[in-house]
Structures are given as structure tokens and as C-alpha cells.
């Protein structure tokens, strides 16, 4: 009955944007910290970038940092994850997640309670 599901990925070129939604189900939205991780095939997931459940406190990657603003709506029981100047590294399956507390950086997928099945987000000319 708990769902987080994925939205706007898809192929872009470098430079360009994209924005991913994340929208919840299931669960007491406003009690969780949304994660977002990447992955790549045989390397480790990355967390990228955390929001607290009332949106008042973000974390980034350095990766990331300057690039990409993640951010909530409780309202409508979504997440969002805006990425700027995106690059072929940027490539990998993106991935939202809910956890009950908000944690300092870094952030571990095993700290997280509820998971989506993952996006695409491809990068290339």
C-alpha cells in the first residue's frame, strides 16, 4: 500500500535540464525526509540530496551542489528534483525514498524506509 513513484526522466542533452517528481502514497508524507539516490550498474548507490520533512533543511552531494534543488509540496504529497547543466556522469537510475528521520550528510540507503523503482536519466549529445 506505500508507493513513491518517479517521473520526468528520460534522455537530455548536455547542458540541458530536467526535473523529477516523486509523488507518495500510503504513509504520513509529512513525517518523512525525502532522499534522492542515483546508481549506476555495478557501482554503489549514491544519495545526491536529502530535504527534511517540512522542507526547511536540504543536503547535497558535492556532485550535485550548484546544479541540481530538490524540494517538496506536502500539499500534494510530492518531491521534486530539479537538475540544471546535467552531464553524461549524471547518467544513472534515479531513485526517491522516505525516512522517518531527517539525518546529517552523508546519507545510506539503508537508513531509508520506502523506496521507488527508479527512473532513467540519460545524458548525452
Known amino acids: 500500500q506505500v508507493y513513491l513513484v518517479e517521473s520526468g526522466g528520460g534522455l537530455v542533452q548536455p547542458g540541458g535540464s530536467l526535473r523529477l517528481s516523486c509523488v507518495a502514497s500510503?504513509?504520513?508524507?509529512?513525517?518523512?525526509?525525502i532522499g534522492w539516490f542515483r546508481q549506476v550498474p555495478g557501482k554503489e548507490r549514491e544519495g545526491i540530496s536529502v530535504?527534511?520533512?517540512?522542507?526547511?533543511?536540504?543536503w547535497y552531494a558535492d556532485s550535485v551542489k550548484g546544479r541540481f534543488t530538490i524540494s517538496r509540496d506536502n500539499a500534494e504529497k510530492t518531491a521534486y528534483l530539479q537538475m540544471n547543466n546535467l552531464q553524461p556522469e549524471d547518467s544513472a537510475v534515479y531513485s526517491c525514498?522516505?525516512?522517518?528521520?531527517?539525518?546529517?550528510?552523508?546519507?545510506?540507503?539503508?537508513?531509508?524506509?520506502?523506496w521507488g523503482q527508479g527512473i532513467q536519466v540519460t545524458v548525452s549529445s
Open positions: 525514498a522516505a525516512d522517518l528521520e531527517m539525518r546529517s550528510w552523508p546519507i545510506y540507503s539503508n537508513e531509508y524506509d520506502y
Open positions: 530535504i527534511s520533512s517540512v522542507g526547511g533543511t536540504t
Open positions: 500510503g504513509f504520513t508524507f509529512d513525517y518523512y525526509a
